[in-house]
């Protein structure tokens, strides 16, 4: 390995580590100690061309040594906690002369699941900012006939993203080397909005999926894990987008690749970018503080709150009425929901239920203890609970609403992320069901903005604030929801008898309650106190806080 090569390799290390102490010598010094070291941490490609890191025998040492360490830094790949058994680049797809639209499959034990990685290279002296995204995201080091560069995820390339947009807005349809197909639509009325890039801004880089807005009118959204099947969000903003609902972004084009199997897959969904302040949830924990240090219920944040919660209430009612019409698609068109779906509902509460009791068993605690040993006597009860069933329909639903699924523009409300909950296949989140799992979504989200502000109270007077303060907002919402859409949900403020709302609360909260168990025990008791609220609608063998 010569210097030049043993530099470029140490310049990566020392990137990959965070840029510590703003001295890339350091690892110069120990690749000069221990060049074995620098070679096992960063891997470098000998390549003038992005054709030739992609030769055979690179797609070994990428598929082999550097892909498997780069997914399981990602937040987007979801099996952090499987063991990868294969991993292959397929379908790469060239975008321009300077990028691939390929994907990533990985064998897992029992399973395959497919990732979409952009790839490009960057060289040293392309740096469009102060902070380069595309080294930040960097794959491999790559050295070139008299320059170092690194190949990279392409989406956060500016030039890639142009090429993108112009081929969404051409309708290009581009072949790939195994025979696949890409297949760029634009919607009718979205082509003349596609053209042009001038300022392109990416909301973060690391997500569940990537996205860029694009002159302040356009939202890209690269989809990172890809499942065959139609995309839910892409579905329902082109459907909502032609019904002349005007409370969520607007469809633009949707991007899909087929392969030579003929299975279909979302990579790309473009949407009009929605004006706002930032997420319902911001503000409605802002407005909380501010409640707080007013140290009064009726002050003008709370009034605030109130006004923003009733909005939202209105919003989606106006959503679920727009999606319990009759419609010519089967896949929008609504159905009466039957008693086997009742059963399976109350099952899936049940058997949340339950999962929730066994991992509160050994949390100390006089509620839970109430929970836990009354146990047999709730599932009972939930079982025998007659549940109004006339008139229940049952149609496509938002599937993971919460505050933070809504824009707030500090005058109106915009209803966004339509892709369901991402770890559920796609079938499952495609399926229609009860508009008030919607409605229990965005409750259980109230009380935990009440949650997260009541952290920061000192004294038992700030906590009876926010506890008048999101009762109030809760009831609001549910009014405001109720008068828009035309379901009877206010009933369900009492309390004191069994109803859907409070079985998909329930459930609701006991899934909330295995998350945070597993990942943020300090918070378990916010939805062990929303299960017990439902459960009383059901029994009272709790007496819930």
């Given amino acids: 390995m010569n210097d030049d090569e043993l530099r470029l390799r140490a310049y990566y290390v020392w990137e990959a580590a965070g840029r510590p102490d703003g001295d890339p010598d350091r690892h110069w010094a120990q690749a000069r100690r ?3 070291l620098i070679d096992e941490a960063w891997p470098t490609i000998v390549a003038d061309r992005l054709t030739d890191v992609l030769s055979p025998e690179n797609r070994v040492l990428l598929e082999q040594r550097i892909l498997p360490d780069y997914l399981a830094r990602r937040r987007w790949f979801a099996a952090k906690n499987r063991t990868i058994r294969s991993l292959k680049l397929v379908e790469p797809v060239a975008i321009d002369e300077l990028g691939v639209l390929a994907q990533i499959e990985v064998a897992l034990d029992g399973s395959l699941e497919r990732y979409a990685l952009p790839l490009a290279l960057s060289w040293d002296g392309d740096a469009y900012a102060e902070r380069d995204p595309t080294r930040d995201m960097g794959i491999v080091a790559v050295l070139g006939d008299g320059r170092r560069g690194v190949l990279t995820d392409a989406f956060f ?11 969404t807005q051409d309708g290009a349809v581009i072949g790939s080397e195994e025979n696949g197909m890409l297949d760029f639509r634009p919607e009718p009325a979205g082509r003349d909005q596609i053209g042009g890039a001038q300022e392109i801004r990416w909301l973060s880089t690391e997500q569940s999926n990537t996205s860029v807005i694009v002159d302040g009118r356009i939202v890209m959204k690269l989809i990172r894990r890809l499942q065959p099947g139609v995309n839910p969000e892409a579905e329902m903003c082109r459907f909502l987008t032609r019904a002349g609902y005007e409370n969520a972004s607007p469809l633009l084009a949707e991007v899909i690749h087929t392969d030579r199997d003929g299975e279909s897959r979302s990579v790309l969904v473009l949407e009009g970018f929605v004006p706002n302040q930032g997420d319902a949830w911001t503000f409605a924990t802002e407005c909380l503080r501010g409640a707080l240090a007013a ?6 944040s709370t009034g605030k709150l109130q006004g923003m ?5 209105r919003r989606l009612g106006e959503l679920h009425a727009a999606l319990s019409k009759a419609h010519d698609d089967s896949a929008f068109d609504p159905e009466v929901a039957q008693p086997g779906d009742f059963d399976a509902w109350r099952d899936a509460a049940i058997e949340q239920f339950e999962r929730a009791v066994d991992v509160l068993a050994s949390c100390d605690d006089p509620l ?7 146990r047999s006597e709730i599932v009972d009860a939930v079982r025998r609970a007659e549940l109004p069933e006339s008139d229940a329909l049952k149609t496509r639903i938002h599937g993971d609403f919460h505050l933070g699924q809504v824009l707030w523009s500090g005058t109106d409300a915009c209803i966004i992320d339509f892709e369901g909950e991402p770890a559920r296949p796609i079938e499952s989140r495609r399926a229609k069901s009860s508009a008030l799992k919607d409605v229990a979504g965005l409750l259980r989200s109230i009380d935990y903005a009440g949650a997260f502000a009541v952290k920061e109270v000192n004294g038992t007077d700030g906590a009876a604030i926010l506890h008048t303060s999101i009762s109030a907002a809760g009831k609001g919402f549910l009014r405001a929801y109720q008068d828009s859409s035309g379901t009877e949900v206010t009933a369900s403020l009492t309390g004191d008898e069994p109803d859907l709302l409070n079985l998909f609360l329930l459930e609701k909260a006991a899934y909330e309650v295995c998350y945070e168990a597993a990942n943020r025990p300090d918070w378990l008791l916010i939805p062990v106190r929303g299960m017990a609220r439902a459960l009383a ?6 007496n819930p806080p």
């Fill in 537 to 542: 609608a059901f029994t009272d063998a709790i």
């Fill in 368 to 374: 839970v203890s109430r929970i836990v040993d009354a």
């Fill in 157 to 167: 390339m500016p030039a890639f993203i142009r090429s993108l947009l112009g081929r």
């Fill in 34 to 36: 221990d060049a074995g």
């Fill in 309 to 313: 919660v009733e909005l939202v209430g």
């Fill in 295 to 300: 140290q009064s219920e009726t002050d003008d």
